[in-house]
């Protein structure tokens, strides 16, 4: 839904990579996993656990929790309020949380 | 454990401001903040922004924070960014998790600088992905300096969709259309608060007017009067139905829709420690019960900046340094620069309200806002529709039996996107104003916590 402007395209040095769902995505250093998200075609972060409805990142500040994702080593946390590093997994978390190992 | 003379929570321009007066008094500070870097939402990413096009793009007023962000570096206040504030206890032990795990702060005073979140309004489809705030988009341009994709349809009301447009366009991007939905305000009196407003602020008049003249040509489409909105669309928007204060209804096709209904201050850290709060009828909003220091209710929390009322950057600045003198005041000291006094930090603050009761005015959001029909979703996360709470409001029922009745209120979220539509519901059903309704009840952990940091407080307690 989003792209960077022009003048920060093919600037590599600052860029990582990022997995989303198993994906590789390119991110720009200092970014949110939410923004690298919404640059990319399915930029939905979860579906909700009553009705299974798609939710993506609504208010980027860390007051709607629309995109809880499954950050590896963080457990389910809000993509806004979380920077991107080379190398991170990040999953979409598909209905309610599973009991299991996060930290 | 930390045992600070202040602890501040946000390091945005009150927060920072205050912080700068503190530390250079002798006080010893301790300012925590949920983002990487400083600057609050307003000046977010202006250490990497200034100097680049795309500071100069976003503005002078934006440009301005980098002065306050480097003293606010120098000052000597100690600073935990990237950190979550998850306790206050009103004996003001104050619970903390970042980067350095999990930790206990034991402040003399502590000043809330929570800023300000926008105003939740929901609409049918509302929570389809495609549908953000204007305010996450104004996040997006600032970093990492993403624009929309394509054209960008904005509905809204408010100095900040103006704003937005604004920057946007500066950069390069596209508006597709503008739903404007500020009700139209008498002229008279438009006129009568504009003038009293020109006489001292006549620039910042002028710039707000600019900007709705640029919208007005620049923007491919300009829809004044919009009532009633309806996003379109199964697992992603596909188009907006919208209708105007005239009947008219029209569908617009479009992937994206920016919407925005003003802003409200960030109340959450302080409602959980009960502290005073009130109706503000002029702002559609609660807010905190102040002394002109921005003393609350409990004797030893400040407030300030827009979580103490909005009133915008300046404001913000300049209430964050008069909260900063109160505490000197308090502690026994004296502010390091002789022109920090309260009298100029008065004159200052006054002056950079001039222009809020004609804002809060003529951006007086539209009363569907507050009353959304049957079939909308109010609380986004346990997907509660208008129609479910209604059901359940029978007989005298306040926001936390509600809560309990329907699970409004109690996902993630933890009622910041639904409590005023809950209390504006419960309002309109008993007939009572809003007023006269509380608000949810809120409790602690005010952020998600891992078992894990919690744990981590066992390593706290052995350290100290």
Not at chain 1, 82 to 92: P, Y
Not at chain 2, 62 to 91: D, H, M
Request: hydrophobic fraction near 40%; glycine fraction near 10%; charge should be positive.
């Amino acid at each position: 839904m989003f792209r960077l402007l022009e003048d920060d395209w093919g600037r590599v040095e600052s860029t990582v990579t990022i997995e989303i769902d198993g994906y590789p995505v390119i991110a720009q250093i200092g970014e949110t996993v939410a923004s690298t998200l919404l640059r990319v075609e399915a930029s939905w972060s979860r579906t909700t656990p009553v009705s299974g409805a798609r939710r993506a990142p609504y208010c980027m500040m860390g007051v709607c929790f629309d995109c809880l994702m499954l950050v590896e080593g963080e457990g389910l946390v809000r993509a806004c309020q979380t920077s991107v590093r080379a190398g991170l997994k990040v999953q979409r978390q598909m209905g309610p949380r599973k009991v299991g190992p996060s930290c | 454990m930390l045992r600070p003379d202040l602890l501040i929570v946000g390091a945005g321009p009150a927060g920072m401001s205050a912080a700068i007066v503190a530390a250079r008094a002798g006080l010893k500070v301790v300012v925590v903040d949920e983002q990487p870097t400083p600057g609050g939402q307003i000046w977010r990413g202006i250490e990497a922004n200034a100097g680049t096009s795309r500071g100069r793009a976003l503005g002078e007023q934006y440009c301005s924070g980098l002065a306050t962000v480097r003293t606010f570096r120098e000052c000597g206040a100690v600073y935990w960014p990237s950190t979550r504030v998850w306790q206050v206890e009103s004996t003001l032990g104050t619970y903390v998790t970042g980067p350095g795990g999990t930790r206990v702060v034991a402040p003399r005073l502590v000043l809330i600088a929570t800023g300000a979140q926008e105003r939740p309004a929901p609409f049918r489809g509302w929570t389809l992905p495609g549908v953000m705030t204007v305010g996450a988009a104004q996040i997006l341009l600032k970093n990492p300096g993403s624009v929309p994709s394509e054209p960008v349809w904005i509905a809204g009301c408010g100095p900040l969709a103006l704003l937005y447009a604004h920057q946007l366009i500066r950069m390069g991007g596209v508006v597709a259309g503008f739903l404007d939905t500020r009700p139209s305000t008498p002229l008279r009196e438009t006129l009568q608060l504009a003038g009293r407003a020109a006489l001292r602020s006549s620039r910042e008049l002028a710039k707000g007017a600019s900007w709705y003249a640029e919208l007005y040509c620049r923007a491919g489409r300009y829809v004044p009067d919009v009532v009633d909105l309806q996003a379109l669309g199964t697992d992603q928007l596909e188009g907006v139905r919208y209708r105007t204060a005239a009947g008219r209804v029209e569908e617009i096709r479009t992937s994206l829709l920016l919407v925005h209904e003003g802003v409200l201050p960030e109340l959450h850290t302080v409602r959980s420690l009960g502290c005073e709060i009130q109706w503000d009828a002029g702002q559609a909003a609660y807010r905190p019960v102040l002394n002109e220091w921005g003393e609350c209710s409990h004797p030893d929390i400040l407030i300030a900046g827009d979580a103490a009322g909005i009133g915008g950057a300046v404001a913000a600045v300049h209430r964050g340094r008069l909260s900063a003198l109160r505490i000197l005041q308090r502690l026994g000291k004296v502010a390091a620069e002789p022109e920090m006094t309260e009298e100029n930090c008065r004159a200052a603050l006054a002056h950079a309200l001039v222009l809020r009761p004609f804002l809060d005015r003529v951006f007086r959001p539209r009363e569907q806002v507050f009353a959304p029909d049957d079939d909308t979703i109010v609380c986004r996360c346990e997907e509660l529709r208008a129609r479910d709470l209604c059901a359940a409001l029978s007989g005298s029922v306040g926001s936390n039996q509600l809560k309990a009745f329907t699970r409004a209120g109690m996902g993630p979220c933890q009622g910041r996107q639904c409590g005023l539509t809950v209390a504006a519901l419960i309002a309109a059903a008993e007939g009572r104003h809003m007023s006269e309704v509380q608000p949810f009840r809120v409790r602690p952990p005010l952020k998600p916590l891992r078992l894990c940091d919690l744990a981590g407080l066992a390593d706290e307690s052995r350290s100290s």
